[in-house]
């Protein structure tokens, strides 16, 4: 019986030759676009991110209800609150992009550059491919700076050789190398040369300058609502621990009514692309 209706399916196709055409070439289409869109939505929305235990990555965001801000960024202020005083994160980091010029030993050259504090390439499991990542000591303010390269430069401007404990003048400075990261090395959505500690000075750290972003992971268990109910108990503290700016009053600080924004690391990977990638695939559908 199955094989009787095929036939008839088929005798009956190609008695109207030019609708089984225009029906062979919608299908194709579709199924081509569908395949397509969904192969993009897998890899960018629904493939776990290139992380060791991504689940508990999350990007730590504020919101200001009082100035109209859902998406505040760090300040180095908070990122001393949640680091010593936080009791959901095993660690935090914070960063934000740069361009630097590079000088002497080649034509000279403006690059991007990662400003990262030092727990920050450890949280996202980074391991260099020679030398060492940033410590502690390297993110202190007063000690000499240092940079780590990724392989692409590394491998464009030295040709792969061993250039560890040598200087690359970077902004009129020698700046020692201490290491190399692997040519698999990628940070969110940022694409960078080479990589520099921020150093920021705690005893001079006023409440202000929300330019930075923020990167932690999770305790074990932890879930997001315990880590944004931890940032909500920190919050109030602040003006206690670090002074506000010249001319900013407690009161100004109450106004902004600071509210936390803790969410899963791949909404700030993502970004506003995945609405648009959800629609295309709705409208291939």
């Known amino acids: 019986m199955p094989w009787t209706a095929a036939r ?7 008695q109207a030759p030019l609708f089984t055409t225009v029906t062979l070439i919608t299908l194709a289409v579709g199924i081509g676009a569908n395949t397509a869109i969904f192969s993009i939505v897998y890899g960018v929305l629904l493939k776990p991110l290139p992380f060791t235990d991504p689940d508990r990555l999350v990007g730590v965001w504020h919101k200001a209800p009082g100035t109209g801000f859902e998406d505040l960024n760090q300040s180095p202020a908070t990122y001393f609150t949640y680091r010593e005083h936080g009791r959901t994160f095993e660690d935090i980091g914070i960063h934000r992009g740069d361009s630097v010029s590079i000088t002497g030993g080649g034509e000279p050259e403006r690059l991007r550059a990662l400003m990262v504090t030092d727990g920050t390439l450890p949280l996202v499991g980074v391991k260099p491919l020679r030398g060492r990542l ?14 780590i390269l990724t392989y692409g430069y590394w491998q464009r401007r030295f040709g792969g050789r061993d250039v560890l404990g040598q200087p690359i003048t970077v902004d009129g400075k020698p700046l020692e190398i201490i290491g190399i990261l692997p040519e698999s090395f990628t940070f969110l959505d940022y694409t960078a040369s080479i990589v520099l500690p921020l150093q920021f000075d705690r005893s001079k750290t006023f409440i202000g300058n929300f330019s930075y972003r ?22 109030p503290v602040l003006p206690e621990k670090f002074p506000l700016p010249p001319g900013f009053t407690r009161k100004m600080f109450d106004e902004l009514k600071l509210r936390p924004n803790v969410r899963p690391l791949s909404v700030d990977v993502v970004g506003d692309i995945g609405q648009v990638l959800w629609t295309l695939l709705g409208t291939a559908g």
């Open 134 to 147: 940033f410590t502690a000591a390297d993110d202190s303010p007063g000690v000499p700076q240092r940079v």
């Open 214 to 235: 923020g990167v932690a992971r999770l305790k074990p268990a932890v879930t997001l609502a315990q880590a944004n109910a931890d940032v909500a108990r920190l919050l």
């Open 8 to 14: 008839l399916a088929v005798r009956r196709l190609l």
